[in-house]
């Protein structure tokens, strides 16, 4: 059974940074391309970084890039997004994806 569960959410001020954590199992994890993806309040989900089975290539979401960045440990199975410099416009509810399964989620609230 596939399952994604994330991790690290919370609440921060404005520039401070946070790591999310995907820890995935019930598939080899290596095998797939991995993606974290947001749903603020009223707004529909976006994606905000993914990365390629191996982890050489990665990609961002304009409004995260520079200030983001995806990796993985194909050796422990899981998927890592690291939020520097957020603003309250990254509050939202963050979702780890692959294998055409999703996680629950986990909050990430920025506010002063």
């Known amino acids: 059974q596939v399952q994604l569960v994330e991790s690290g959410g919370g609440l921060v001020q404005p520039g401070e940074s946070l790591t999310l954590s995907c820890a995935a199992s019930?598939?080899?994890?290596?095998?797939?391309?991995m993606s974290w993806y947001r749903q603020a309040p009223g707004k529909e989900r976006e994606m905000v970084a993914d990365?390629?089975?191996?982890?050489?290539?990665?990609s961002y979401a304009d409004s995260v890039k520079g200030r983001f960045t995806i990796s993985r440990d194909n050796t422990k199975e899981i998927l890592y997004l690291h939020m520097n410099s957020l603003k309250p416009e990254d509050t939202a509810v963050y979702f780890c994806?692959?294998?055409?399964?999703w996680g629950q989620g986990t909050q990430v609230t920025v506010s002063s």
């Open positions: 019930g598939f080899v994890f290596g095998f797939y391309r």
């Open positions: 994806s692959g294998r055409g399964s």
């Open positions: 990365i390629t089975a191996g982890g050489d290539t990665t």
